[in-house]
């Protein structure tokens, strides 16, 4: 059985304090305008946005160095507490038992599920991208199949939610709108994929502010070009986006851990970028340490009412002191009851674990995304500013109800280590995914028709009442809730969508169905079917033309380089159906 691992995506960097109404009016509009061509220009370096704020007042050249308690059981005042309806004995987030390590990152791919024995899917949103910028990495970097094939690093949801689709806004006073496509299944003819895609409204509330404590790795393993330097030019972006009721701080660990920046106000980014440009990496890893200090710092600025984060950027290798995922996972799954939670930034190759940075987001409450390039910072801290930064709800929870009358089977595509227990789903204890301001995830099952070749007949009991439920001669086919807690209002909220089997595929179809495609492909699923490396192109081929659509076309020429695909400039077709 998977665990119900709650990852909690909470909103990654959440950099509100400055980012209120006001900026959602007069910066959205600039954010969504962002071309490909602008993000690829990257930013500059850290020296030239220092020469470029040289006249700012109240900085100092000089690296901050401070002293903290090391009592690492700082406590949090009651006034402090996030105001999460979870107590001590809340449950979500659990240890994994002997012989399931994660380290592994090997999760069994979800299978058909009989619709009479078992009819509810429920999990956990989630709106991590680490997988499939890695992956856009390696491939960039001459990795060919089998390497992506044994790398462990291919998760589909990460896949998918890494593109932006065309849902349809919240209405009314919904915090999320509920987007339902079905169509033929690519892949197998016989069966039929359900594409769910759910869209976060916009906040239009001012934060308090935001508490960061950045947790920087300045071992030796971050001394390559695509590690600290990367994180050099991409923290020059963050600054940019900061306001005056920010604090910042910077925590860093290698052999030792120092805090080199403590409680900096937003604005001051000649004295934030002064500490960072100091940055040498050097020695061994020892996150044990790092993790300590930052969460007593974070501790001491907490902000009441505000976002408490700690980002962490690293490579992942941790070699000293509290390396075990099962201690880390336990330590940042405690401390996040305090109200204080964790994001992730990758970066780097080589010597870069996966498999324990995903497990600290996860564990943390937190985002997990992967850093290879300037373009990549400006898409994750720039044009997804409000998504990732901006809460909108918490535990965000789905759960579809599978019509037996008319699904025979049906099988969750990915978020293999978010499902949940169908009885967690109204468990308000349980923890689940945040998401943030205009935010979207999607989820696709492909589902095998009743009456089908691959319908295996289950006896009923001779208790069963068997009646034809109104829906069933509808055509429904399944029943999807959404369940969170509104930020704004911190109560729980539910939302549903009756799905009939009417076929409307659009662009939006077509291209999510492309990237399932591939991630299958490089997973080599059982459950692929047709599927080749043509078929993923003529799927991108049928979506409309975007730069997304078209960078991700050109990724797969490159990685199927030997392979005729037939790619057009899609900018030449008429999208859907084209």
């Given at each position: 059985r998977v665990l119900p691992v709650a990852a909690s995506i909470a909103a990654c960097l959440m950099v509100a304090g400055g980012l209120g109404v006001a900026f959602i009016s007069e910066t959205q509009?600039?954010?969504?305008?962002?071309?490909?061509?602008?993000?690829?220009?990257?930013?500059?370096?850290?020296?030239?946005?220092?020469?470029?704020h040289a006249g700012e007042t109240g900085t100092s050249a000089s690296t901050e160095s401070k002293s903290i308690s090391n009592d690492s059981d700082w406590d949090i005042s009651s006034a402090q507490e996030m105001s999460m309806a979870q107590d001590d004995s809340a449950e979500g987030i659990v240890t994994c038992p002997v012989g399931e390590d994660p380290t592994q990152n090997e999760f069994g791919e979800n299978t058909f599920v009989n619709t009479k024995e078992e009819s509810l899917s429920t999990l956990s949103a989630d709106v991590d991208t680490a997988s499939?910028?890695?992956v856009r990495s390696m491939i960039a970097d001459g990795y060919g199949?089998?390497?992506?094939?044994?790398?462990?690093?291919v998760r589909t949801e990460e896949l998918l939610n890494y593109f932006d689709y065309s849902y349809a806004a919240p209405t009314s006073d919904d915090a999320f709108s509920v987007n339902a496509q079905v169509s033929t299944c690519p892949w197998n003819k016989k069966h039929q994929l359900l594409v769910l895609g759910f869209q976060a409204r916009e906040a239009i509330e001012q934060s308090e502010g935001a508490n960061l404590v950045f947790l920087i790795d300045v071992s030796g393993s971050m001394s390559d070009a695509d590690k600290l330097p990367l994180l050099k030019k991409s923290f020059a972006q963050l600054v940019e986006q900061l306001g005056p009721n920010d604090r910042v701080s910077i925590v860093t660990y290698s052999g030792a851990e120092e805090l080199?920046?403590?409680?900096?106000?937003?604005?001051?980014?000649?004295?934030?970028?002064r500490a960072v440009r100091g940055l040498e990496a050097d020695g061994s890893t020892n996150g044990e340490a790092g993790l300590k200090l930052a969460y007593r710092v974070a501790a001491s600025h907490y902000i009441e009412g505000g976002v408490n984060r700690i980002v962490m950027a690293s490579d992942g290798d941790l070699n000293v002191g509290m390396s075990s995922p099962y201690e880390i996972q336990e330590f940042v799954a405690a401390k996040r009851k305090e109200g204080v939670y964790l994001s992730v930034l990758g970066?780097?190759?080589?010597?870069?674990?996966?498999?324990?940075?995903?497990?600290?987001?996860?564990?943390?409450?937190?985002?997990?995304?992967?850093?290879?390039?300037?373009?990549?910072?400006?898409?994750?801290?720039?044009?997804?500013l409000m998504a990732n930064f901006v809460p909108v709800a918490d535990d965000v929870k789905v759960q579809v109800d599978f019509n037996a009358e008319n699904v025979s089977r049906w099988r969750l595509i990915g978020y293999e280590n978010r499902t949940l227990q169908s009885s967690d789903f109204e468990n308000d204890r349980i923890d689940a995914g945040e998401l943030g301001s205009g935010a979207q995830f999607t989820v696709a099952y492909e589902i095998v028709p009743a009456g089908s070749d691959f319908e295996v007949s289950v006896p009923d009991s001779r208790y069963t009442v068997v009646e034809q439920s109104p829906s069933a001669a509808s055509g429904e086919i399944a029943y999807v809730s959404l369940r969170y807690r509104a930020f704004d209002d911190g109560e729980v909220h539910a939302q549903s969508l009756a799905v009939d089997g009417t076929e409307n595929p659009d662009s939006d179809f077509y291209f999510a169905a492309s990237v399932i495609e591939l991630g299958m492909y490089l997973r080599d699923s059982e459950y692929m079917g047709t599927t080749s490396p043509t078929s993923i192109a003529e799927l991108v081929m049928r979506s409309a033309p975007t730069p997304e659509h078209e960078a991700f076309a050109a990724l797969l020429e490159r990685l199927f380089?030997?392979?005729?695909?037939?790619?057009?400039?899609?900018?030449?077709?008429?999208?859907?159906?084209?």
């Open positions: 509009d600039t954010m969504s305008n962002t071309t490909a061509s602008s993000a690829q220009e990257g930013t500059a370096d850290v020296d030239g946005f220092l020469l470029e499939y910028t890695k199949l089998e390497d992506l094939l044994d790398s462990g690093l080199v920046l403590d409680g900096a106000r937003g604005s001051e980014s000649t004295r934030i970028l970066f780097g190759d080589g010597a870069y674990n996966d498999a324990i940075l995903e497990s600290i987001a996860d564990y943390g409450n937190g985002q997990y995304h992967y850093i290879d390039s300037s373009a990549e910072a400006r898409r994750v801290l720039v044009k997804n380089s030997d392979v005729p695909l037939g790619i057009v400039d899609i900018t030449d077709t008429d999208g859907p159906g084209a």
